[in-house]
């Protein structure tokens, strides 16, 4: 099945601070769900409420958790 994840920013966290995290190099194991073909697609969120979207092959609910 394909999920399409979408986040939001935790409570009390600033839009600066979730621009400066998604700043940040992706790590190895975000790399390795890419190389698995978990991790097909990956989208910035611009504007009042920044953040990604990401799209997921995974079998059910309880693996994209």
Same mark, same amino acid.
């Given at each position: 099945?394909?999920?399409?994840?979408?986040?939001?920013?935790?409570?009390? %966290?600033?839009?600066? $601070?979730? @621009? %400066?995290?998604?700043? $940040?190099? @992706?790590?190895k194991e975000?790399?390795?769900?890419?190389?698995?073909g978990v991790?097909?697609?990956?989208?910035?969120?611009?504007?009042?409420?920044?953040?990604?979207?990401?799209?997921?092959?995974?079998?059910?609910?309880?693996e994209v958790?």
């Amino acid at each position: 099945m394909l999920f399409l994840v979408n986040s939001r920013i935790c409570p009390g %966290a600033t839009n600066d $601070q979730v @621009i %400066a995290h998604l700043k $940040q190099n @992706i790590e190895k194991e975000g790399w390795d769900l890419v190389r698995q073909g978990v991790l097909t697609h990956w989208f910035y969120k611009v504007g009042d409420q920044p953040g990604v979207m990401a799209m997921l092959n995974c079998g059910n609910i309880d693996e994209v958790r």
